[in-house]
């Protein structure tokens, strides 16, 4: 059984800051070995990729958050860190954690994101 518990959401107004995290657990769960990723939801859309962390630390973003977002992993604590940075009112979703690895994928329960004035 692998667990995903992301903490770290709340209400923030434009141009704030945020910092997500997820704690990843699980008896044989080699978090070394997993791509690490956050993905949101906002209401109406499609979840979408928000950035990604592979196992040699290599990252990929959606456009629209490069230079605002980063993400990091710390594989000693099998946590990954998403820090959000000037936030924009459509960065507005529920945040996923996500640990992927072959035909192998694990959700967290998400955290919601308001950015709003």
């Known amino acids: 059984q692998v667990t995903l518990v992301e903490s770290g959401g709340g209400l923030v107004q434009p141009e704030e800051s945020l910092r997500l995290s997820c704690a990843a657990s699980?008896?044989?769960?080699?978090?070394?070995?997993?791509?690490m990723s956050w993905y949101r939801q906002a209401p109406g859309k499609q979840r979408e990729l928000v950035a990604r962390i592979n196992i040699n630390r290599s990252t990929n973003y959606l456009y629209a958050v490069k230079g605002r977002f980063t993400i990091s992993r710390d594989n000693a604590k099998k946590t990954v860190d998403l820090q959000m940075n000037r936030l924009k009112p459509e960065d507005t979703a529920v945040y996923y954690c996500?640990?992927?690895?072959?035909?192998?994928?694990?959700w967290g329960q998400g955290t919601q994101v308001t950015v709003s004035s």
């Open positions: 699980g008896i044989s769960f080699n978090f070394d070995f997993y791509a």
């Open positions: 996500n640990a992927a690895r072959s035909a192998e994928e694990y």
